[in-house]
């Protein structure tokens, strides 16, 4: 599996390439440096010509992905490319749809404190464009160690269910605990609202998990033969957790996080079919999180399920 990287020469770059290396390092993935630069046009008083230009810019480019090549260990296999466009956003999806990428990866940018995101106006354009799933790094990233947790942020809405088989089977590969986690924005007492989001969240985990049978959905191309999880080891590992608060940002800062987890959310239903766009109880989330999060597209599953040739599963690399 590959997962495109956005690149670029400042500490939003670096973080992108920590968070892909953490990636990768669960799943053997491969990493594709992309770094866009702007297309040159020749005009009539322009003082070097168009070629001269384009070949300092490349050198530059060049430099630059080189440097960020050697943040890489040695385990993950990377390779730089150079894009020219216009859009760094357009250059990054064309990127990830020739190379076939199960993933792309970008840093967010930072204004506040404690590491959290202000979405930029290429993480904004890929948040609703994109038709694979998009891992957003926080200002700050520093971690190069696999996951430890995945969370999962369940809905009530069509298409959470498939959210979660994702999730299952992203932590099974990577034999992480999972948690599934509903945000609730209460006043008052919050005892029965609770209740019945932990009641909706154990329904949809084992509808998710009797959908694939003995084993985890998604599970049909284990790494290693005989080792796909079974349904009750899967289970152990997974808990539920509500949270709530007086604004979604604040039910996020009641729970914990560790730093090697990462939340996995859904596209909002506003999102054309097979791509992103990002709701606004999302973009709450993200303005309040401190770890990573990846955005999956609607009907992302079902777009690549009988068209993959990677070794992971629908849920994770094909959804």
Same mark, same amino acid.
């Given at each position: 599996? %590959?997962?495109?990287?956005?690149?670029?020469?400042?500490?939003?770059?670096?973080?992108?390439?920590?968070?892909?290396?953490? #990636?990768?390092?669960?799943?053997?993935?491969?990493?594709?440096?992309?770094?866009?630069?702007?297309?040159?046009?020749? &005009?009539?008083?322009?003082?070097?010509?168009?070629?001269?230009?384009?070949?300092?810019?490349?050198?530059?480019?060049?430099?630059?992905?080189?440097?960020?090549?050697? #943040?890489?260990?040695?385990?993950?296999?990377?390779?730089?490319? $150079?894009?020219?466009?216009?859009?760094?956003?357009?250059?990054? $999806?064309?990127?990830?749809?020739?190379?076939?990428?199960?993933?792309?990866?970008?840093?967010?940018? &930072?204004?506040?404190?404690?590491?959290?995101?202000?979405?930029?106006?290429?993480? &904004?354009?890929?948040?609703?464009?994109?038709?694979?799933?998009?891992?957003?790094?926080?200002?700050?990233?520093? %971690?190069?160690?696999?996951?430890?947790?995945?969370?999962?942020?369940?809905?009530?809405?069509?298409?959470?269910?498939?959210?979660? /088989?994702?999730?299952?089977?992203?932590?099974?590969?990577?034999?992480?605990?999972?948690?599934?986690?509903?945000?609730?924005?209460?006043?008052?007492?919050?005892? @029965?609202?609770?209740?019945?989001? %932990? /009641?909706?969240?154990?329904?949809?985990?084992?509808?998710?998990?009797?959908?694939?049978?003995?084993?985890?959905?998604?599970?049909? =191309?284990?790494?290693?033969?005989?080792?796909? =999880?079974?349904?009750?080891?899967?289970?152990?590992?997974?808990?539920?957790?509500?949270?709530?608060?007086?604004?979604?940002?604040?039910?996020?800062?009641?729970? @914990?996080?560790?730093?090697?987890?990462?939340?996995? $959310?859904?596209?909002? %239903?506003?999102?054309?079919?097979?791509? $992103?766009?990002?709701?606004?109880?999302?973009?709450?989330?993200?303005?309040?999180?401190?770890?990573?999060?990846?955005?999956?597209?609607?009907?992302?599953?079902? =777009?690549?399920?009988?068209?993959?040739?990677?070794?992971?599963?629908?849920?994770?690399?094909?959804?």
């Amino acid at each position: 599996m %590959r997962y495109v990287v956005g690149y670029s020469a400042n500490a939003r770059g670096h973080d992108a390439v920590n968070l892909a290396v953490s #990636l990768a390092l669960g799943r053997g993935a491969s990493l594709d440096l992309v770094l866009v630069v702007p297309e040159v046009q020749q &005009s009539g008083h322009a003082l070097a010509p168009k070629a001269g230009f384009e070949n300092l810019l490349t050198e530059q480019a060049q430099e630059w992905l080189d440097q960020a090549l050697a #943040l890489v260990p040695s385990s993950v296999p990377a390779q730089a490319h $150079i894009r020219s466009h216009d859009s760094d956003a357009h250059a990054l $999806i064309e990127a990830a749809e020739e190379l076939g990428a199960d993933m792309l990866i970008i840093g967010a940018t &930072s204004t506040g404190l404690f590491k959290r995101f202000t979405i930029g106006s290429v993480a &904004s354009a890929l948040l609703h464009a994109s038709t694979v799933p998009v891992a957003l790094a926080p200002h700050g990233y520093h %971690r190069q160690e696999a996951l430890t947790r995945i969370s999962c942020g369940l809905g009530t809405r069509a298409g959470a269910e498939k959210l979660l /088989e994702f999730a299952l089977g992203m932590a099974s590969n990577r034999d992480v605990p999972l948690r599934v986690v509903s945000l609730l924005a209460l006043d008052g007492d919050a005892a @029965d609202s609770a209740d019945a989001a %932990r /009641e909706y969240a154990a329904k949809c985990l084992a509808d998710a998990l009797a959908a694939g049978g003995p084993a985890v959905p998604g599970e049909a =191309k284990a790494e290693v033969p005989g080792e796909a =999880k079974t349904e009750a080891q899967v289970e152990a590992k997974t808990e539920i957790v509500v949270a709530h608060g007086r604004s979604i940002e604040e039910a996020v800062d009641r729970l @914990d996080w560790e730093d090697g987890e990462v939340l996995l $959310i859904g596209s909002s %239903r506003l999102a054309k079919g097979r791509s $992103i766009f990002l709701g606004s109880t999302a973009g709450r989330i993200l303005r309040a999180l401190p770890v990573p999060m990846i955005v999956v597209p609607s009907d992302y599953e079902l =777009k690549h399920l009988n068209h993959s040739a990677s070794s992971d599963t629908p849920r994770e690399a094909q959804q």
